[in-house]
């Protein structure tokens, strides 16, 4: 879950870090690079986000067909309505 934090916060320290991006040179098929850099963002934070995404379903523990959500009470049982 930590991996998944940190991949979250590279965009934003990326694009809060301003003096790094806040320049003319070099341009790319005419945009200057302050378009072009935060324009790239675009599709590297959807990729990231996805990653992130990615790794806290891989680290949410699985459940049976059936289990509830909250999964089973105290004294064990199940703790859905349905089966009363």
Known sequence: MITAGVLLMIPIVALMWVPSYARIEPELLGFPFFF????LWVFLCSALTYTAYRLTLAARPRRTPGESIAGPGPDGSDSTDGDR
Do not use: K, S
């Open 36 to 39: 072009w850099y935060q324009f």
